[in-house]
């Protein structure tokens, strides 16, 4: 088939006709809500009226003025609802027909775009990807645009109705070049930007950021700082201390969700007020109340064993619903972070005192 490059007139029409399309799909879905309906009451009925006639014996239906009232007032209903389906049966042949044809009107559009980016796709994998050695900064930058490149196609593939780009292989072999490869966001090409204002036009919206989760929740799970790169591109830390980076992780969280007035109040207290408060780090939830975070840093394991002051647990046991602690493992190019929110702490430490304190008498 031609590849055809999607243009605004193709692509005003084709959006007509998803408008088209779903109000005919709604349509259908009514009448078949009411033939549905149908043959729930029809049940019902039946239902009914074979319980009377065990409740009567058989007998006494037409003797029991209420009974024949009720049973002929159902019967009506029945009688009625099936007239009305069945007249309605004809539009809804009627309705489907008219689905087919707008859906024979999507389609070729929706194959001609498919093939027109699945070309483009092709090409630049065969130019750019396939058979290159990697470990340059020129691969690298090519595989990081390709990823974007699936990601567009990925958005315009969640709106099409009748077909898709093929794009699970690139997916695998994606998959399986960026194993242990951090990528740096490269200049989007002329194909990549036309990728992208498609995939807008046809979402007819801005793509919104996505929402970060807070430190305390996403690293619930231990794994490598994420952003670890761009922290480290943004701030200068005078060394890995694990206190430091989770001032800044806490401070990056609440700068990505528009609260940088609560991020420039994140402190450092066990630096800048000394360390008797129980915990290291001041911070705050989206809602702008207090987070208290004990940090407790290794360059062993997240698993190994750490040490907390009397002070620190007691801390810990009176602030139930804001008080964290982080564990930070300073080893390797990117750290590694663990949260543990205070009742996961009390439920799965096991807390020994190696220490007594002796007052002479």
């Known amino acids: 088939m031609l590849q055809v490059k999607p243009n605004d007139v193709a692509l005003e029409e084709y959006k007509n006709n998803v408008s088209i399309y779903r109000d005919l799909k709604k349509e259908k879905t009514l009448l078949f809500g009411g033939w549905n309906a ?3 009451y029809g049940f019902f009925y039946v239902l009914i009226f074979f319980l009377w006639l065990f409740l009567t014996n058989g007998q006494g239906i037409g003797d029991d003025l209420f009974g ?3 049973l002929a007032a159902l019967a009506y209903g029945f009688l009625r609802n099936f007239v009305i389906n069945f007249l309605n049966s004809g539009k809804l042949n009627q ?3 008219e689905i087919k044809e707008v859906e024979k009107l999507l389609r070729s559009f929706e194959v001609a775009t498919c093939d027109y980016y699945r070309a483009k796709l092709e090409e630049f994998f065969i130019s750019n990807l396939y058979k ?4 340059n900064s020129i691969f690298e930058e090519s595989l990081s645009e390709f990823q974007s490149m699936i990601e567009k196609l990925s958005v315009i593939n969640s709106k099409f109705i009748t077909t898709r780009i093929p794009l699970e292989a690139y997916k695998k072999y994606l998959l399986k070049r960026i194993v242990n490869h951090n990528f740096q966001s490269s200049k989007k090409s002329e ?3 036309s990728i992208a204002n498609f995939a807008k036009s046809v979402s007819e919206r801005r793509e919104l950021k996505k929402e970060i989760p807070a430190p305390e929740k996403f690293y619930r799970t231990a794994g ?3 952003n670890w790169d761009d922290i480290i591109g943004k701030r200068k830390m005078t ?6 980076i989770v001032v800044v992780i806490e401070q990056e969280y609440l700068e990505s969700i528009n609260r940088k007035d609560l991020a420039d109040k994140v402190r450092h207290v066990a630096v800048e007020d000394g360390d008797g408060l129980g915990y290291d780090i001041l911070s705050f939830f989206a809602d702008g109340r207090e987070k208290y975070i004990e940090v407790k840093s290794t360059t062993v394991s997240l698993r190994s064993a750490y040490y907390i002051s009397e002070n620190e647990l007691g801390f810990l046991r009176e602030h139930t619903e804001d008080a964290f602690i982080y564990r930070v493992l300073i080893s390797g190019d990117t750290p590694e972070f663990k949260s543990y929110s205070n009742s996961d702490f009390l ?3 096991k807390i020994s005192p190696i220490q007594y304190i002796v007052h002479v008498k």
Do not use: N
């Open 347 to 349: 439920a799965m430490s």
């Open 224 to 226: 490598k700082i994420y």
């Open 132 to 135: 290159k050695r990697s470990g």
């Open 68 to 70: 024949s009232i009720w």
């Open 191 to 193: 194909e990549l930007i």
């Open 239 to 244: 060394g890995l201390k694990g206190e430091e």
């Open 38 to 40: 149908f043959f729930l």
């Open 95 to 97: 309705l489907e027909q």
